[in-house]
């Protein structure tokens, strides 16, 4: 099979406080961060420590990738630069993606950036931690 790498406009990601894979091909979110935007309540004292899902779902594309997620805090800090995997899609079906991080240490606010890189190209994404 040849790899055709999925597009960025037809690439969706989801956060939210979990997010699981479900029998049947559906996917469950508890918690869900409209437009990726985390809002802590009252004072905030740093760091903070709360689950993060990421869903990525690619919608076109095909084949078999290496998968690698990096995520860099707003002074560009690397959080996390791990590698995933190999990530299978099938050309005719959409694609899930889900990385679940059961203690994310928020060291500071702002804007993060959250990126997928499949085979060397980057699929970015951010995820803003503020004060309500």
Known sequence: MINVLPTQGRTLVLFAEWIRQELGGKTSLIGMYVDGIVVFLGPVILPAILPIGICYIFRDGGGTFQCRMRLTSPTGQVILDNPIG???????????????????????????????????????????FRQG
Do not use: C, N, R
């Open 86 to 128: 190999e990530v299978t899609k099938q050309a005719e079906l959409s694609h899930s993606m889900i990385v679940q991080i059961p203690a994310f240490q928020v060291t500071e606010l702002g804007e993060h950036d959250v990126e997928v890189i499949l085979d060397g190209t980057s699929y970015p994404s951010k995820i803003t």
